[in-house]
């Protein structure tokens, strides 16, 4: 397999594992009576599982991007960009007439 496809998996999994802690952590705070409403339904599997999902979408699709991200050559200098001086107009007045009504 290869190796960025490999990366891309291993930090899917580790959104996935996020993911698993912030829903757990959301029951056990019992965030919006939550856990109360996941225990006293018949759709509370559901939601926990659709929390999941969606979660893992979210931190998974972030870490992924991150790691992405970070992935720049060591001999980068970190200075950023070149920033040119941008003209810049001298502000005139426009006179306007206004009419009465």
Do not use: C
Not at 53 to 81: C, L, W
């Amino acid at each position: 397999m290869p190796d960025h496809i490999r990366m891309i998996i291993r930090h899917g999994f580790i959104g996935f594992g996020i993911s698993v802690a912030f829903t757990a952590m959301i029951l056990a705070f019992n965030v919006g009576n939550l856990w109360h409403l996941v225990t006293h339904t018949a759709e509370g599997p559901v939601a926990v599982l659709m929390l999941i999902v969606f979660g893992t979408i979210t931190f998974g699709s972030a870490q992924i991007g991150y790691k992405i991200m970070s992935m720049g050559e060591e001999d980068d200098d970190q200075s950023g960009g070149k920033r040119d001086a941008l003209p810049v107009a001298d502000p005139v007045a426009i006179p306007v007439r206004i009419t009465d009504r």
